[in-house]
């Protein structure tokens, strides 16, 4: 390779990352971004009771089509289906921007949802079949630093849009940098020819995995909230998802192209790493869901210190990421998810037996060490389960990991849900005569997030009970998340002595993607 060929060879791989790093930062922070514009969009569209569905949709939709899109992009190229998410998540924003009721806005989400779906997976297959393997840890650390900062940043930047502009333009934003994003990589990524032959598309078993994922995470979602777990809604829901997972499972036995090919799980250390990796979507959503309510409704902190309390844990995870890098060089992947969820647990463990007048920088520290436990996990299960995969399987490989996350992360909230509403209401029927006293009706109180501003309705007594009652239901709940680091460490014991080996091979040219 002459030195020209070369540099231009360097020149299209910093601009291919960075149109990478923008895009997952794109699709991360729009997660977020919304929070603080809810309240103004709900007083312009007016459906505060729908207002959670903002959220949640986008979350479910781009779960369902991950491993989708990973299948087609092995089956039919990178390139043209990244193009496609970027195209379907741009639409969807605009849409969004011109939302006219909260229906709309919702069923808008959920199109950027879907684009997203795509985006994320086949992002992170790049990085694996592009870039020279010697530099993927590296890489893997600045794309899981990205990760962590856009959930860090997306709350504060949509405060800032919504008080100077309008709330549509969190939605606008995104324009013209997916533009900067589509012009880069429409020049600089190059995709390979397929041999000609048209490829079998699994499409009962991509129907049969979306409506199954559906079914199950709504199931999860809505329990304990919109409906009682107990009540048919939500017992149909679970029973629908089963029937269609059995379903599912024959349908990928059989046919010759799985959407989800089931040998993938043959592996030790992509079952291992990816049941791990469940868990790990546990740990994360549920602290990120519960430590705020920890902070304010039993510590007596406002909104301010819980974000800051956060914080450290967030920006950790960046530390975490940076650290795996090194560990990937000199251990297995099996010690490096054994010391992700030892530190992970402790963490969960040190908030399991927070005193509730700890300081807040106390509870900072134990944020710090469950962060970087978090974040060793990040880069090091993507690189396990890509490497581990067979080169026609790495884009369905690599989306599992996301998808395990985001399922783990649905599960372990609703659980965690389910374990302090119920330690909770049984707490306040306990103590039913001193709440009542206190001139409250207790059955008022058993909804956590209603106790934040209950207070000031109590006697100093009944308000002192009612957030011991609260913190030490939070507190069960962390032992949960502590019991699942532990099999967390069970789950990476049993994926064997794979580790990252750089291959004396000769790189790929720049660009090509491998369909």
């Known amino acids: 390779m002459n030195p020209d060929k070369a ?10 990352m960075s149109a990478l790093l923008i895009s997952i930062f794109l699709t991360q922070v729009d997660q977020t971004i919304v929070s603080t514009a809810l309240p103004t969009i709900v007083a312009e569209l007016d459906g505060l009771e729908q207002m959670s569905w903002v959220f949640t949709i986008y979350m479910l939709c781009s779960t369902v089509m991950m491993p989708i899109a990973g299948k087609l992009s092995d089956l039919f190229g990178r390139k043209s289906f990244y193009m496609l998410g970027l195209g379907v998540f741009l639409g969807g924003s605009i849409l969004c921007g011109l939302a006219g009721s909260m229906t709309e806005l919702i069923v808008y989400r959920g199109i950027q949802g879907l684009g997203a779906g795509f985006i994320i997976p086949i992002t992170f297959t790049l990085v694996f079949t592009i ?3 010697e530099k993927a840890g590296k890489y893997q650390a600045f794309y899981m630093s990205v990760f962590a900062l856009s959930s860090i940043v997306g709350p504060s930047l949509g405060a800032l849009i919504t008080q100077n502009l309008d709330w549509r333009w969190n939605f606008y934003i995104n324009l013209p940098i997916g533009l900067y994003v589509f012009i880069v990589l429409n020049r600089v990524l190059r995709e390979q020819k397929s041999n000609g032959k048209l490829a079998s598309v699994d499409v009962k078993g991509a129907l049969l995995l979306a409506g199954t994922t559906l079914s199950i995470l709504l199931a999860l979602k809505m329990g304990g909230e919109q409906f009682p777990w107990t009540s048919w809604p939500i017992i149909g829901l679970f029973l629908l998802g089963a029937a269609g997972l059995a379903w599912f499972l024959r349908v990928e036995l059989r046919v010759k192209e799985p959407i989800l090919p089931l040998q993938l799980f043959r592996s030790k250390v992509i079952s291992g790493t990816l049941a791990a990796t469940f868990l790990q979507g546990a740990i994360l959503y549920g602290a990120l869901l519960f430590i705020p309510l920890f902070v304010q409704g039993s510590l007596g902190g406002d909104v301010g210190d819980a974000g800051n309390t956060l914080t450290p844990m967030m920006f950790s995870m960046m530390l975490g990421a940076t650290l795996s890098n090194f560990l990937l060089k000199r251990w297995t992947y099996r010690a490096g998810m054994v010391a992700s969820m030892t530190l992970a647990g402790a963490g969960m463990l040190g908030m399991a037996y927070m005193p509730l007048e ?3 920088w106390v509870m900072a520290l134990v944020m710090l060490v469950m962060g970087i436990g978090i974040g ?3 880069p090091l299960s993507q690189m396990a389960v890509t490497y ?16 395990s996350r985001s399922v783990g992360g649905v599960f372990g909230s609703a659980v965690l849900a389910a374990i302090v509403n119920g330690k909770l209401a049984s707490t306040v029927r306990q103590h039913a005569s001193e709440l009542s006293a206190g001139g409250s009706d207790p059955s008022a109180l058993t909804n956590p997030q209603q106790l934040l501003g209950s207070g000031a309705g109590l006697s100093d007594s009944a308000a002192a009970l009612l957030r011991q009652a609260l913190g030490e239901s939070v507190q069960l709940g962390f032992w949960f998340l502590a019991v699942a680091a532990a099999l967390g460490i069970a789950a990476a014991l049993c994926s064997g002595n794979a580790r990252f080996e750089v291959a004396a091979t000769k790189t790929k040219g720049l660009g090509d993607v491998p369909t």
């Open 7 to 16: 540099t231009d060879s360097k020149a299209q791989l910093n601009w291919m």
């Open 376 to 378: 060793i996990l990040m």
């Open 131 to 133: 870039m020279p393997k």
């Open 358 to 360: 700890v300081e807040l």
């Open 388 to 403: 581990g995969a067979e080169e026609r399987f790495k884009g369905v490989a690599t989306s599992t990991v996301g998808f």
